[in-house]
């Protein structure tokens, strides 16, 4: 069963890590990575800390994310272990059955209610251990109902959820214990990793066409050149670019038989003198905006390219009209600074000389 090996995995790698006194404090479903083989791997242990299971020592409770924080971290405890971590772990075992997340709540008052749904109210001893606000606690009593919240969980995949997400963390026992479950040792057993779903990537699958890898090898290296410093390339990002490079690759070899077929006909208009057909003009779009063979692809496939070219001699226009309007502005306000000039501390010669009106 694919769910009890990744499961598995999961309880193996939190045994390894408590095991050297490490908890890992944000464990979900983003920071566990699996590989094309099906291995699971924990990874991002930016929140992750030491700590000492007999000496007491004050940890932080704003860590794990909302939706797998287990309630002592929401009610204030900086006195915890490796519950927090067995916590996150059921969550996702319940998450792996249902599809979806199973308590995912807006703030710590609605993450609480939704625990205390699941999960049943606390005794009257744990809130006296625990000492929270009052308006922490739940407005009713509220008994466990894993059965009826998920009627697709078997009953051994019930009986790990109930020992995992108990309130008391001294009931969630540690990762070794977990794994003893019988869960894992009853019918059907987990699977190995040659039954788990193989994830391929497009590197694995030979492509027909190479065009748009060379497409896309030649924007990366043109990028290098337009500065020192490289930016992060994402996933969805490389994405992107792979589908431009195959946009550009359609677009390229449409343009590639138009010029064919209209060489062809150039040819057959000049090596005859009595066609009545005459060899059409160049076109007038300027140098700097034809095709370069080292421009990104990207920028030549832009859907506005074709239309900004074509409409060149209005920009020239435009920015001549534009050049016209700001001489004249500079003209009118040299004139309004001449005349605006305090005259009433000038005799009649000085002014004269300033306007042009001396004697010869």
Same mark, same amino acid.
């Given at each position: 069963?694919?769910?009890?090996?990744?499961?598995?995995?999961?309880?193996?790698?939190?045994?390894?890590?408590?095991?050297?006194?490490?908890?890992?404090?944000?464990?979900?479903?983003?920071?566990?990575?699996?590989?094309?083989?099906?291995?699971?791997?924990?990874?991002?242990?930016?929140?992750?800390?030491?700590?000492?299971?007999?000496?007491?020592?004050?940890?932080?409770?704003?860590?794990?994310?909302?939706?797998?924080?287990?309630?002592?971290?929401?009610?204030?405890?900086?006195?915890?272990?490796?519950?927090?971590?067995?916590?996150?772990?059921?969550?996702?075992?319940?998450?792996?059955?249902?599809?979806?997340?199973?308590?995912?709540?807006?703030?710590?008052?609605?993450?609480?209610?939704?625990?205390?749904?699941?999960?049943?109210?606390?005794?009257?001893?744990?809130?006296?251990?625990?000492?929270?606000?009052?308006?922490?606690?739940?407005?009713?009593?509220?008994?466990?109902?894993?059965?009826? +919240? *998920?009627?697709?969980? @078997?009953?051994? #995949?019930?009986?790990?959820?109930?020992?995992?997400? !108990? =309130?008391?963390?001294?009931?969630?026992?540690?990762?070794?214990?977990?794994?003893?479950?019988?869960?894992?040792?009853?019918?059907?057993?987990?699977?190995?990793?040659?039954?788990?779903?193989?994830?391929?990537?497009?590197?694995?699958?030979?492509?027909?066409?190479?065009?748009?890898?060379?497409?896309?090898?030649?924007?990366?290296?043109?990028?290098?050149?337009?500065?020192?410093?490289?930016?992060?390339?994402?996933?969805?990002?490389?994405?992107?670019?792979?589908?431009?490079?195959?946009?550009?690759?359609?677009?390229?070899?449409?343009?590639?038989?138009?010029?064919?077929?209209?060489?062809?006909?150039?040819?057959?208009?000049?090596?005859?003198?009595?066609?009545?057909?005459?060899?059409?003009?160049?076109?007038?779009?300027?140098? +700097? *905006?034809?095709?370069? @063979?080292?421009? #990104?692809?990207?920028?030549?496939?832009?859907?506005? !390219? =074709?239309?900004?070219?074509?409409?060149?001699?209005?920009?020239?226009?435009?920015?001549?009209?534009?050049?016209?309007?700001?001489?004249?502005?500079?003209?009118?306000?040299?004139?309004?600074?001449?005349?605006?000039?305090?005259?009433?501390?000038?005799?009649?010669?000085?002014?004269?000389?300033?306007?042009?009106?001396?004697?010869?």
């Amino acid at each position: 069963m694919q769910v009890k090996s990744y499961m598995q995995q999961l309880l193996a790698g939190l045994e390894h890590c408590h095991e050297r006194g490490i908890l890992h404090r944000d464990i979900k479903g983003s920071n566990l990575l699996i590989d094309k083989n099906g291995v699971l791997k924990i990874a991002d242990f930016g929140l992750a800390n030491f700590y000492k299971h007999k000496t007491k020592c004050p940890l932080t409770n704003r860590v794990v994310t909302l939706w797998y924080r287990a309630p002592e971290l929401l009610l204030g405890s900086r006195d915890y272990g490796v519950g927090i971590d067995l916590w996150s772990a059921g969550c996702l075992l319940a998450e792996m059955f249902a599809g979806r997340p199973i308590m995912p709540g807006r703030n710590e008052i609605e993450q609480l209610h939704k625990i205390f749904k699941l999960c049943g109210s606390p005794t009257e001893d744990y809130w006296k251990n625990v000492k929270p606000p009052a308006t922490f606690r739940p407005p009713q009593q509220y008994k466990p109902n894993f059965k009826e +919240a *998920f009627p697709c969980l @078997p009953d051994s #995949a019930l009986g790990l959820l109930h020992r995992l997400l !108990a =309130l008391d963390p001294s009931y969630r026992g540690t990762a070794a214990s977990a794994l003893q479950n019988e869960f894992f040792i009853s019918s059907p057993l987990p699977c190995d990793m040659s039954g788990l779903p193989v994830i391929s990537t497009d590197e694995d699958e030979p492509s027909q066409s190479m065009d748009w890898r060379r497409i896309l090898h030649r924007n990366q290296k043109s990028q290098k050149n337009y500065g020192t410093h490289r930016r992060k390339v994402s996933f969805s990002g490389l994405i992107a670019d792979i589908a431009f490079a195959k946009q550009e690759t359609h677009r390229t070899s449409s343009s590639q038989s138009q010029e064919t077929a209209y060489s062809s006909s150039s040819t057959a208009s000049v090596t005859n003198p009595n066609s009545s057909q005459e060899i059409p003009p160049r076109s007038p779009t300027p140098a +700097a *905006f034809r095709s370069q @063979p080292n421009r #990104a692809a990207k920028t030549e496939a832009h859907p506005n !390219a =074709l239309k900004n070219i074509k409409n060149y001699p209005l920009l020239i226009a435009s920015l001549t009209e534009a050049a016209h309007h700001l001489e004249e502005s500079k003209l009118g306000l040299y004139r309004r600074s001449i005349s605006n000039i305090d005259s009433r501390n000038l005799d009649l010669e000085k002014i004269s000389k300033l306007f042009g009106f001396e004697d010869n």
